[in-house]
């Protein structure tokens, strides 16, 4: 059983894996404040969540797909938010979320592990960076106690030099990911079978999703993160993983799914957390974007720019962040794709940097450490 005597004397960090369907892992930090990083594993299609619907291409590009927007309530004259986001459309007009478009990290190919290990190391390239940004991230905060994983594998973003211990209480009932977390130790020195340890579990993460139980996981573990983030000497920091966002066929029913689900997550965070989701933010990221056209199965390929939300009371929100790159043919990335126009690299370090006041040098140095010099984005925090 999970309770703050054992939570707090374990190092008040944790990683969680149960029957909830996605993944959590907290670090403690001395600090009021709180951040989570939602992580969408699978590629998730920022058309399809924010869709610019002011663009005079986007019918014509997606088809079917912007059906869904045909009644939407929009966002500003160019973007409307998916219609069954209706919380996170709440947080819009009470300014606590805050979108951002034709966003990238720095990869550029389509391999979806490739992909993760360049955005949970803040990397310029796959694997080239040891540590993850939110494990630096920890270095620079005050810290009373070490983290500690809780069953499964450290996610890539909170590895590091900042301890995260594993532990599985005997009340878990997924024993299985502590048998992968030992496998997988025992392959961590091993060349050859430690990179394809890596992708097994990598493909596994993919293959659970929002939608597990009608949605009611998703937003259990909201509830449950909320309830670990507002214990009195507990995490300030969490981490959920969530994946089934690789919509290749059939994508505008399963992604509708997805997005009831996170937003249903988002939904028991904030209630759960009470008067403390006033000094939270929350990111939600994913590794690359989708097609701007349809596939033949009703779906879109992996692509490139996709979009990133900022939630919270912290927040600055209330608006859309976008230099618009446009949608017709000739605007594409490599004629196939959303071309990015901002870098989410940039605007992890200006939001986390700013949520917890560090320098935005300060910040950016230390999280993405091969990151190109670029000017801080401003006004994220709520003054």
């Not at 025992?186 to 990179?195: E, N, S």
């Not at 900022?310 to 990335?333: F, I, K, Q, S, T």
Request: proline share 4%; charged share 15%.
């Amino acid at each position: 059983m999970l309770n703050r005597r054992n939570f707090v004397a374990l190092g008040a960090g944790a990683i969680f894996t149960s029957t909830l369907g996605a993944k959590m892992t907290f670090a403690s930090a001395a600090t009021t404040k709180r951040f989570v990083f939602i992580i969408q594993r699978g590629a998730a299609d920022g058309l399809g969540t924010i869709a610019p619907v002011g663009d005079p291409g986007f019918v014509s590009q997606r088809g079917a797909l912007a059906e869904d927007f045909a009644s939407a309530a929009k966002l500003d004259s160019m973007f409307a938010l998916h219609p069954g986001m209706t919380t996170v459309a709440g947080l819009y007009q009470a300014k606590q979320a805050l979108f951002v478009h034709a966003v990238a990290s720095p990869y550029r190919d389509r391999s979806h592990f490739d992909g993760q290990n360049v955005l949970e190391t803040g990397g310029t390239s796959a694997y080239a960076l040891k540590d993850g940004w939110l494990n630096r991230l920890l270095s620079l905060l005050p810290r009373e106690d070490k983290a500690i994983a809780l069953a499964a594998t450290v996610p890539m973003a909170l590895r590091g030099p900042v301890e995260v211990a594993s532990y599985a209480p005997s009340a878990l009932p997924d024993a299985t990911d502590d048998l992968l977390h030992r496998v997988a130790s025992m392959y961590a020195g091993d060349p050859q079978l430690h990179g394809l340890w890596e992708q097994a579990t990598a493909t596994r993460m993919l293959t659970s999703d929002m939608a597990a139980d009608n949605g009611r996981n998703a937003a259990a573990t909201g509830d449950l993160a909320a309830k670990l983030l507002s214990a009195e000497g507990g995490a300030r920091v969490a981490m959920i993983e969530t994946g089934g966002w690789d919509t290749h066929a059939q994508q505008r029913a399963r992604l509708g799914v997805q997005l009831r689900g996170l937003d249903g997550m988002i939904a028991a965070l904030k209630a759960g957390l009470g008067p403390l989701w006033n000094d939270t933010m929350v990111l939600v990221a994913t590794e690359f974007g989708r097609t701007v056209k349809v596939n033949g199965t009703g779906g879109t390929d992996h692509g490139t720019g996709s979009a990133a939300m900022l939630l919270g009371g912290a927040v600055n929100g209330g608006r859309v962040l976008a230099d618009w790159p446009g949608l017709g043919d000739a605007a594409l990335y490599e004629g196939r794709d959303l071309k990015p126009t901002m870098a989410l690299d940039t605007l992890i370090a200006s939001a986390v940097g700013s949520h917890f006041d560090l320098t935005g040098a300060q910040a950016a140095a230390k999280l993405f450490p091969n990151m190109q010099a670029s000017r801080p984005i401003q006004d994220l925090v709520r003054a």
